[in-house]
């Protein structure tokens, strides 16, 4: 068991970040053990570091970053970065005239969520760069919320695994064919398009193996690529399927209960049993169209008698 437990968060939403914060050390057996590692962009960096200043979470750490002052972080290293910044890929994140049925105006719609263009998003890719002496990082996305004692994970043996994550696949559900390409050789070749899908969202990442197997590298090659995004669209999961392909240990469902952004059937027993339930998809439960069902998971970690939060007027 190591003596401290390391998180890594990449977010610009300050109330979001401090739900998943203080929902953790709210559970957490010894808080004093528990060390936040916040990643934001210079835009949000002011405020997330003052609202962390002011609202210090108790025996815990919290250590703020900038991902902008991140000089390594370039397009001559970083394939994806090269990409974002390519006149090709903004015309196909910003041209209107783009979609030419209603149907793909909107799948095309999900693309221009600007999150897509944010190196934010593709920082998960790096952690060993940002964390260069950590052994082992607890991965959480910022729409996560934490019910339980997550120290448990720690101990989880991944079997030299690098990635430890909660499976998403059902009868025929989330495979690897719904994210890839396999119509592509490159990824036909490679691939079983039947391998289960796995969820970003809270993920247990060995920092020890993925550098003695090169993750990042990996993750580069097959970001070249896609340069012309034949092998999969766009976000991290599908590199993420392909970077970590044979590499990631299935958790205890218990862990991930995922949906609550999406799916208004969730068992409520299974909510209130999961260590980590996730408000994937669109209803995030800091937006008005949240599902009202499933947003006291959420509301009841903020700190709704600060005077900046009275004045958002959130719904308690």
Not at 133 to 145: A, G, H, R, Y
């Amino acid at each position: 068991t190591p003596t401290l437990y390391h998180y890594a968060l990449f977010s610009d939403n300050v109330l979001a970040a401090s739900v998943v914060v203080n929902s953790t050390i709210v559970n957490a057996k010894d808080p004093s053990k528990h060390v936040f590692h916040l990643v934001t962009d210079k835009l949000n960096f002011g405020a997330m570091n003052m609202w962390f200043l002011s609202n210090p979470p108790g025996k815990a750490t919290i250590h703020v970053e900038n991902v902008d002052e991140f000089r390594w972080l370039n397009s001559s290293y970083c394939p994806v970065l090269r990409q974002l910044e390519s006149a090709a890929m903004r015309e196909y994140y910003f041209k209107a005239e783009h979609p030419t049925t209603l149907s793909s105006g909107a799948s095309n719609l999900k693309y221009r969520n600007p999150k897509y263009l944010s190196m934010l998003n593709h920082l998960r890719f790096y952690l060993p760069q940002v964390y260069p002496k950590l052994e082992k990082i607890l991965f959480l996305d910022d729409d996560i919320v934490v019910q339980k004692d997550l120290t448990g994970l720690w101990d989880v043996d991944l079997h030299g695994k690098v990635n430890g994550a909660v499976e998403t696949c059902g009868e025929s559900f989330h495979r690897f064919d719904k994210y890839l390409n396999f119509s592509n050789p490159h990824i036909a070749r490679k691939f079983d398009p039947n391998a289960c899908g796995w969820a970003y969202g809270m993920n247990m990442f060995d920092l020890k193996e993925w550098k003695k197997r090169d993750i990042t590298g990996i993750y580069h090659k097959w970001q070249n690529l896609n340069e012309e995004r034949l092998l999969w669209k766009l976000g991290t999961l599908p590199p993420g399927l392909i970077t970590f392909y044979g590499l990631t240990h299935p958790l205890d469902k218990s862990w991930h209960v995922l949906g609550l952004g999406y799916n208004p059937s969730i068992d409520r027993s299974e909510i209130e049993n999961a260590a980590v339930v996730h408000y994937n998809g669109n209803m995030k439960p800091w937006l008005e169209l949240a599902m009202t069902k499933y947003r006291g998971y959420w509301s009841k970690y903020i700190k709704y008698n600060h005077p900046y939060l009275r004045q958002c007027k959130l719904n308690e």
